[in-house]
């Protein structure tokens, strides 16, 4: 699988649950988080995207994509440890880190494997 089938799905529900807490408790924090950081998958997982259509891989791409994931199991780890709520911490910070390990399988492995023409 490629990084981008996974990345712009995972910052599409980041910025729907971003703006779901906004809409339902109006957290700006959650409408900052969830949505920049969504944005951010979303512009990464289109880059990568981009590069792949030109049989490129693009490393600074994965890298982004990986920053953003372990971020997020970071920082809703922790707000997971001082609440104990599965919803929104605990979700979003699984999801994050399996996120982080594909993306670092994706890294070690070389990136996305770019399929040879066949003649």
Known sequence: MHDFCFTIPYGLILV????????????????????????LLIIAGYLSLKAFEKKKNSLPALILETVCAATLTYVMG??????????????????SALMTTFYLYKISTGGNHIPHKAE
Not at 81 to 90: D, E, N
């Open 16 to 39: 729907g649950g971003g703006l779901f807490a906004y809409i339902r408790k109006g957290s700006m924090a959650s409408l900052g988080g969830g949505v920049g950081t969504g944005v």
């Open 78 to 95: 922790q707000r997971y440890f001082q609440t104990s709520k599965i919803m929104p911490a605990g979700i979003v910070a699984g999801i």
